[in-house]
């Protein structure tokens, strides 16, 4: 009897196996799934709980990482001392020693918000609150269309929890010819990009070329987070907000949505990206 269809290796503990029953024309049969892990994980700062995200247990220290520096929370990987992951019954911590200067601002940051609430027109001090301001990129690298491509065109082989699941989203650093440097998987696409900014900055932290590719919308937050960790350019799977492509514009990112290796539209900084010859950039005129 058919059961469900053979998943493909994933990383271990990214996903489990459950017994399932499969109907496909009107017959059923039994056989094995495999599904994404997603557990609670609590982000620790120097002995103080600030968050608790549902992830993917996979990449939890590019995850904290990459956290602490996509929030604004610590402003260099050399202001993170140390980072301890540690298994409970009811998920999992992992715990970051940070830089007094940073926990400092940290405990005033969480000071402010306490207490914020916002019903109507009043709502606009704690929006002001959430859209932080972004330091606009200092040089911004241009985008090769070519590249755009040849990641996407590249992107699904190297999703192996996404082939062994179907749940999960991911988030690329690729090079400036669209070869793929780093890629991190997560159920959630914030978190995805998180463990990405992690590991690329752990690796390279003062000198981020290339662009990013994400398997997802590009929110706000997904624009606030590439940003701050200095990529140029974003490219994502889907659409984009109207407040993602506005922060984009003011902050110098290039973002493309709806990207497909054969088409793309690109939101901001179309004037960035270098076509092919024989392909010059539209006459807005």
Known sequence: MMGAPESPPCPSGGASTRRVQTWQDGAAADGLDTLAEEVPVALEFNGISHAVMLATPLDLEDF?????LSEGIVDTP???FDIQVETGCNGITVRLEIAAGCFARLKEMRRNLTGRTGCGLCGTESLAHAIRPLRPLAQPCPLQADAIGRALA???QHQ??????????AAAWCSDDGTLRLLREDVGRHNALDK????????R???????????SRASMEMVQKTVTAGFSSLVAISAPTRLAVDLAEQAGL?????????????YSHAERIDRPAGNPTPNPD
């Open 64 to 68: 904290a990482l990459g956290f602490a």
């Open 78 to 80: 050399k202001e993170v």
């Open 154 to 156: 590249g992107l699904r």
């Open 160 to 169: 192996l929890l996404q082939q062994a699941t179907g749940a999960t989203h």
């Open 196 to 203: 990405l900014i992690g590991a690329a900055l752990a690796s």
């Open 205 to 215: 932290p003062t000198e981020l070329d290339g662009f990013v590719v994400v398997t």
């Open 254 to 266: 290039c973002l493309v949505g709806f990207a497909r290796p054969e088409r793309w539209v690109a």
